[in-house]
């Protein structure tokens, strides 16, 4: 692991500290679980507290929103009300990037998850957030794509609009300051 991809002890506190308040608030994000033991895990893991820094310091909000016992791991999802602000304005994947001749924007949604280390939303693991809170009010997410939706241009994305969860298409290569992307993080 490069120093680049790693906290200073001062920083994982941090992080640690703000992940606990955010924790302690949204307990129905997690109901039955107990945060000493997600402590545990993140301290023992530097750079799974690096990843979730990212996800922080994008504008994710990231939160435990449930447990695998199969594989002993806590899931992460970003639960900020609104998509992750420093996210927004990108198109798909790179192959979308690649395609606009001009007004390109600065990243794609893979390719900046793929750099953070985290995975986009899965269309049902968007509805589980859903069923947390109200999320996307005003934004969208893009969403992992079936590849044969993708292999015919396009993406999904959803939101939540008139007191429902919508999962919606657009071309792959388009962007929009109000579209970003969500992502998991399994520790």
């Known amino acids: 692991m490069s120093n680049q991809n790693q906290l200073s002890t001062?920083?994982?506190?941090?992080l640690i500290s703000i992940l606990k308040k955010r924790f302690e608030k949204n307990m129905n994000h997690h109901e039955g679980l107990a945060w000493a033991k997600v402590q545990a895990k993140l301290e023992t893991s530097p750079k799974k507290l690096w990843i979730l820094n990212e996800m922080e310091v994008t504008g994710g909000e990231p939160d435990v929103i449930g447990y695998d016992k199969a594989t002993n791991e806590f899931i992460f999802y970003d639960c900020a009300a609104e998509s992750p602000k420093g996210r927004r304005s990108i198109c798909y994947d790179q192959e979308a990037l690649d395609s606009r001749k001009e007004h390109k924007p600065k990243h794609s949604a893979i390719g900046m998850a793929a750099e953070m280390g985290i995975a986009l939303l899965t269309e049902e693991q968007y509805h589980e957030l859903q069923k947390l809170g109200t999320f996307d009010t005003k934004t969208s997410s893009w969403l992992a794509t079936h590849p044969q939706v993708r292999k015919l241009g396009g993406a999904i994305f959803g939101d939540w609009r008139f007191g429902r969860v919508f999962v919606y298409h657009n071309g792959a290569e388009s962007y929009?300051?109000?579209?970003?992307?969500r992502g998991s993080l399994r520790v």
């Open 176 to 181: 929009y300051g109000a579209r970003g992307f």
């Open 10 to 14: 001062a920083q994982q506190q941090e």
